[in-house]
């Protein structure tokens, strides 16, 4: 079903996708697509850390025009006042093949991002220039990881259960460690209980973070102050 957005200039328009985004990782769908950027594209810029699932989501979308593109199709979505993308707009182009547009053709461009795409493309240069040089692979060995954490009562002293939480350390973990969000939050729960919510940054082949919660978060311990913990996003960077 096609999504609608309306004015993401305003509070209200962002306040809306951040509230759609809240148990998404994309706009539609389980993989980056058109839709999110038409969605992108019609931002014109980072939002405020204010809107904490609109940060994460923009940061990541960003990472992926840096690296790879987007390809798949999305199920459609439109922005108030912005035209939505073509195809051409959503892969990443090839340095190699890049050339100059010919003057016949600079009336029929469509420029989606503005200002921002002889930068992102300048950033892809220089990231091709150098793995070329290096002869090694792109990285895509880290994810982001947004985790609640519950406690199990409202007795709880939730600043011992975020020291529980940060004295937990590993080779390839790190806390709190976000460019565009708060690296953590409380948040009411109900009946005067908060839980916590915390980012985290996992190199994949060092830490499983299913092994993270159950043999080292939820057990003791950590347990004294923790009940429960739970994924809220997951992307890789």
């Known amino acids: 079903m096609a999504v609608t957005f309306y004015n993401l200039s305003s509070k209200a328009g962002l306040e809306k996708l951040d509230n759609h985004l809240k148990t998404r990782s994309y706009i539609s769908g389980y993989q ?113 990881i947004l985790l609640d954490v519950k406690p199990w009562d409202d007795e709880t002293d939730m600043a011992k259960l975020e020291e529980t939480v940060r004295s937990v350390q590993m080779e390839g973990l790190t806390w709190g460690m976000c460019k565009y969000l708060l690296s953590t939050k409380l948040v009411a729960v109900g009946y005067g209980i908060k839980k916590l919510q915390i980012m985290m940054t996992i190199v994949d082949d060092l830490v499983s973070i299913d092994s993270l919660i159950e043999d080292h978060l939820t057990s003791e311990p950590a347990n004294e102050y923790i009940q429960s913990c739970d994924i809220v996003a997951f992307n890789k960077i």
């Open 32 to 144: 980056a697509s058109k839709d999110d950027i038409t969605v992108h594209a019609a931002l014109k810029g980072a939002p405020s850390s204010e809107y904490i699932n609109v940060s994460r989501w923009f940061n990541h979308i960003e990472a992926l025009l840096r690296i790879s593109g987007v390809a798949a199709e999305g199920v459609g979505v439109s922005v108030e006042g912005f035209a939505p993308v073509t195809e051409e707009s959503v892969s990443t182009p090839s340095v190699t093949d890049a050339k100059p547009a010919d003057d016949d053709d600079d009336a029929s461009d469509v420029d989606l991002f503005g200002e921002e795409t002889e930068e992102e493309k300048k950033a892809a240069e220089e990231r091709a220039a150098a793995i070329k040089a290096s002869g090694k692979k792109k990285e895509s060995g880290k994810s982001s």
